[in-house]
């Protein structure tokens, strides 16, 4: 019986730092990433093509490194030097576990990772391997969540992913309240305006409402969810 193909053939999925750090306080997780890699590789085998942008918060944060005589361009440029640091990590992870991988970056780093063009992307994709770009936008005062919208558009994903630790998207912070309700769909409108909804800074959102490109916010650890995603079902929460 041939197999369903899925909802959705072009996906970005934007992943933290901190979720990449795992069990430790610092740098990458092995087994998170090997996690990682076997979920990804569920939905490439049914067809969808995956595109990777990895934040650099579990190594430095640009924003608060700022000050004390290091400038906010500065620190900027070495939150985006861990965030390649993070997708060099996870190519070699991902390629030992049969998922085959390339990491583009927009730093001029040509020793550890080729050079990002939306040619050499497309190629990759093309081929069926998962795209992993680093280093942001190479531009400060743009986090890695604008990155993720904007490099989505660019190559024409259909979902902008952004995982997190919890299901979803709340009316309140889940960590702080005990009561808090998850929402099945928010609509850009709300997302940018309510103070209360912080899983994507309002830049991203911003973007993404200007172009209708919409976001689903979900638990990206949970076995499956991103191939249910990636096949249209109800997971996380929809943000359009």
């Given at each position: 019986?041939a197999m369903a193909e899925?909802k ?5 999925l ?8 795992g069990k430790?306080e610092f740098g990458v997780?092995?087994?998170?990433a ?9 939905v490439?085998?049914?067809?969808c093509?995956?595109?990777v942008?990895a934040?650099?918060g579990n190594m430095?944060?640009g924003?608060e490194l700022?000050?004390?005589?290091i ?6 440029q070495?939150g985006?030097?861990?965030g390649l640091?993070n997708c ?8 030992a576990?049969h998922?085959?991988?390339r ?5 001029f ?10 040619r050499l992307a ?7 391997r ?5 280093g942001?936008t ?5 986090t890695?969540d604008?990155a993720a919208v ?7 994903c259909?979902?902008?992913?952004k995982?997190?630790?919890?299901e979803?998207?709340?009316?309140k912070d889940?960590a702080q309240f ?5 929402l099945?769909?928010?609509s850009?409108q ?6 209360s909804?912080?899983v994507?800074d309002k830049?991203a ?8 490109k ?5 638990d990206?650890?949970?076995?499956d969810?991103?191939l249910?995603v990636?096949?249209?079902e ?7």
């Open positions: 019986m899925p959705y053939k072009r996906v970005l934007k992943l933290s730092g901190e979720q990449l750090a430790y997780d092995p087994e998170i090997s996690f990682l890699a076997a979920e990804i590789k569920k490439v085998d049914e067809g093509q995956v595109v942008i934040g650099g430095v944060r924003a700022a000050g004390h005589g400038r906010r361009v500065t620190a900027d070495m985006m030097l861990s640091i060099m990590a996870l190519t070699d992870i991902f390629e576990n998922v085959k991988t990491c583009l970056s927009n730093i780093a040509q020793q550890v990772a080729e050079s990002y063009s939306y497309e190629k990759h994709l093309q081929k069926g998962v795209v992993i770009v680093a942001g190479a531009r400060p005062y743009v890695h604008t904007s490099f989505a558009l660019e190559l024409d259909e979902l902008v992913l995982a997190t630790k919890f979803g998207v709340y009316d889940p005990q009561d808090a309700v998850k099945d769909k928010v850009f709300d997302a940018v305006e309510n103070n909804i912080k994507m830049a959102i911003g973007l993404a409402m200007e172009q209708h919409p976001i689903v916010v979900f990206v650890m949970e076995p969810n991103l249910k990636v096949n249209g109800s997971v996380g929460t929809l943000i359009d």
